[in-house]
């Protein structure tokens, strides 16, 4: 009778060790297209889990840049209130995953992420926050932010964000290059008056000169240690400011006199982030800022325009791995007032993470500037083709899985990451 209980003893106590040994205390998000059912929202539970002091787990290539998190019940039900699909796993297969990662035949890697980004974004007062791609898709996956603008950047404010985002803004003072279209709008002729109160208050002659000292703040913030993210038009027109400082590139229809002669030759791409080489467009009724864009002569239609994702190694380049998270390699295209890169005119240490081959256009890159790191992404919305002044807002609830707005999220995520040493 003794050795029964004896041996019940024994099996009851192995039962509950394998018990315990899998245990479910992890919790992981899918990023794959079969097992996530709202990719966008999951950048929004991975960020507030770094906001209640939790480490997350980031398995770069692992189902489509999957999530690793400490299993909790207000996680579990956070993840069913957003409608995000999860999967909770015992410790043993989580070692199994991160092993698997781990081999160095899989092109996978584990980052950490440790702590939730403080967000800005540069926008004017009163902006719709439906005509920025980014401030819908941080508002969607509910990601908090603040609005920051010209008084805020030239008060040195920008080094309480670990993320600056530029809205669609263009930093040469020629208000968009909308003159040959839109000058007799109301829209227009109240846009350009602000800018100048703005500019005036702020001790300013010209909106160009205005814009300068702002791109300028931006370009220390970077090189500082900043991470920057720019679309559309804010990406080159932030480069041809840098590259015109000291230069009027302006004709008198946006600062009341001529522009310098031969202004072309005297631009300086040393100061540039990523373009160089770049003609400017001079007349002002074009709807162009340089020769960097290929919106005019792109040769392709909206059923077709796709760009690639680039395939970088995981273990050794995190960090254009994270950058490039998606549950596909091909991205619908979408255009803009810049919807894409000559790459003859990129500079050669700044790296192509998306590309139109067909088109020979570069669609999504980033570099190191400085202690910095910034990320230009070419066109306005990526679930609207081609966006137009006026055009209804785009609803991200049809667009739950959208591979292009997830490029976004994956550079909000970016800073929290735990950096290793870049090789490319």
Known sequence: MKTYNYKTAIALLTILLVSISSYASYVLIPMDAEGQREHLKAYGITYWSLSQNQKVKWLLNYRGGSFLLPDSESLRREC??????????????????????????????AVILEKAPKVAVYTPDGSAPWDDAVTM?????????????????????????????????????????????????????????????????????????????????????????????????????FDIALAAAGVDICEPMFDGDASDADYQSLINFERTFAFTDFTLERSPVQYEFSSIDTTPVRAINADTDYFSLKNFSAKWDPVPTMLCQNHTALVKGFMGQTTAYNPSEIKANVLILGENKTNGEARYIHGIKGKGFFTFYGGHDPEDYQHRVGDPKTELELHPTSPGYRLILNNILFPAAKKKQQKT
Request: hydrophobic letters at 35%; a negative charge.
């Open 137 to 237: 898709v941080l508002e969607y996956a509910e990601i908090p932010y603040t609005k920051i603008y010209d008084k805020e950047v030239l008060a040195d404010e920008l080094i309480l964000y670990d993320w600056l985002h530029l809205h669609h803004e263009d930093f040469t003072g020629q208000y968009g290059k909308f003159y040959g279209t839109y000058r007799a709008t109301p829209w227009y002729i109240e846009e350009k008056q602000n800018a100048e109160a703005l500019a005036t208050e702020l001790g300013f002659e010209k909106v160009s000169e205005e814009k300068l000292a702002v791109a300028s703040k931006i370009s220390d913030y970077v090189i500082g240690g900043g991470f920057m993210f720019a679309m559309c038009s804010a990406t080159d027109s």
């Open 80 to 109: 069913k209130i957003r409608g995000i699909s999860f999967e909770i796993i015992s410790d043993s297969k989580t070692e199994q995953i991160l092993a698997e990662i781990e081999s160095p035949s899989q092109n996978m890697e």
